[in-house]
């Protein structure tokens, strides 16, 4: 089991969470980053060579609001989690949670620079994966908002009503260029959020790619049966006559009918009905080659494709299906069982022939037709040939 079923087993599908749950992994991965932030500010400028890159009093400034910001998350996480028991989901979730991680995020970027990569990294990275995962309209306000926000204090910032990154110190080298330990510095604190961002929105994408392939799946599959339903099968049709126009090769078309289905339904009900029919579908896919086509198309008929063989060479494959499915008995009591048969129509497709899928498939029902009125249980070839 890969890292992705193993978190959708604990997790489940971030694409079917309700948005209370979305905030509450929103403010969670948060409280780790901001964890990260703070340990950070605590222990980097205590180190010794690392000093002269820090404003002391900035630093003992600014440290008590990160811890007690660090401590308010916690404290909104628990209240969250109260208010969930009054209110178990809404938008207003993610839109609380994504305006608290945006306008806390510029706090902790202004610290260090609000130009600065971490601050970047945020700006670029977090709406891609908001719209990914909350509602658009939470993730565009807040987006908006930041914007303003960063706006207005950058421009303050150039007038000196506010000093830009308080907590640095020696941000840049003599040469203008920005110092190597600033530069270490912010690829650390950038690191963290790529890290979540990346996380989240690859989890996030590849159950997305799971969903869609189970949509589509459900979408061309019989859901009784699980063969292929009637547009796909006929979808096939097309495709596999295409292919057999172009490489000058053979098709044979079979329409498979269930006998008597009618008065398996009437005597013992649908649930034995539903039995023969995924009963059938068994046999009748177990008998088939692995490049044949199988599809319900309609009721208790079935069509077959089996492209490369013409009507003998598809004869013994169509006679074996007949079998196949002969050989099934359904158990409807303790005492009683259905023993079910099949009629079978056959069609086929030459290269030297102008035939269209229809004409294919109106042949092998006028095949199947003959064969209900010759004693059932038996396989007619549109030619006329009988078996």
Not at 23 to 48: D, E, H, S
Not at 259 to 282: C, E, M, P, S, T
Not at 355 to 363: A, D, G, M, P, Y
Request: charged content about 15%; glycine content about 8%; hydrophobic content about 45%.
């Amino acid at each position: 089991m890969n890292l992705g079923n193993q978190l959708y087993k604990r997790f489940g599908n971030p694409l079917e969470w309700n948005s209370a749950r979305k905030a509450n992994v929103l403010l969670w991965i948060y409280f780790l980053q901001q964890g990260i932030y703070f340990l950070w500010l605590w222990g980097v400028p205590a180190v010794a060579e690392f000093q002269m890159y820090f404003d002391p009093q900035q630093v003992a400034h600014y440290f008590p609001y990160v811890g007690g910001l660090l401590g308010f998350s916690l404290v909104v996480l628990a209240a969250l989690k109260l208010v969930q028991l009054r209110w178990p989901d809404g938008y207003l979730y993610e839109h609380f949670a994504a305006q608290y991680f945006s306008l806390t995020h510029i706090f902790y970027g202004y610290t260090i620079g609000l130009m600065s990569l971490p601050v970047g990294v945020v700006m670029a990275g977090a709406p891609v994966v908001g719209f990914i995962f909350f509602h658009r309209s939470a993730v565009a306000l807040a987006f908006i908002n930041s914007i303003v926000i960063i706006l207005v204090v950058s421009y303050l910032s150039t007038q000196e009503v506010f000093g830009y990154a308080p907590i640095a110190a020696n941000l840049y080298q003599s040469n203008g260029q920005l110092s190597l330990f600033w530069l270490a510095a912010y690829c650390s604190l950038a690191a963290p959020h790529l890290f979540f961002m990346f996380g989240l929105a690859g989890y996030v994408l590849q159950r997305w790619r799971v969903r869609e392939e189970e949509v589509n799946r459900l979408s061309r599959t019989d859901a009784l049966t699980d063969l292929m339903n009637r547009r796909c099968i006929l979808d096939y049709l097309e495709r596999v006559k295409r292919h057999s126009e172009k490489n000058k090769l053979p098709l044979s078309v079979l329409m498979v009918d269930l006998d008597y289905f009618k008065q398996i339904n009437d005597r013992w009900g649908h649930d034995v009905g539903d039995q023969a029919l995924i009963a059938a579908a068994k046999a009748l896919k177990e008998s088939i080659r692995i490049n044949d086509f199988a599809g319900r198309y309609g009721g208790e008929e079935f069509l077959v494709l089996l492209p490369g063989l013409n009507e003998t060479q598809a004869h013994p494959l169509a006679e074996r299906i007949r079998m196949a499915i002969g050989a099934v008995r359904i158990q409807c009591d303790d005492q009683v069982e259905v023993a079910l048969s099949a009629s079978i129509g056959m069609s086929g497709y030459s290269h030297k022939s102008k035939t269209t899928t229809s004409e294919l498939i109106k042949q092998a029902d006028n095949a199947l037709y003959q064969a209900k009125h010759t004693g059932r249980n038996r396989l007619v070839v549109a030619a006329g040939e009988e078996n």
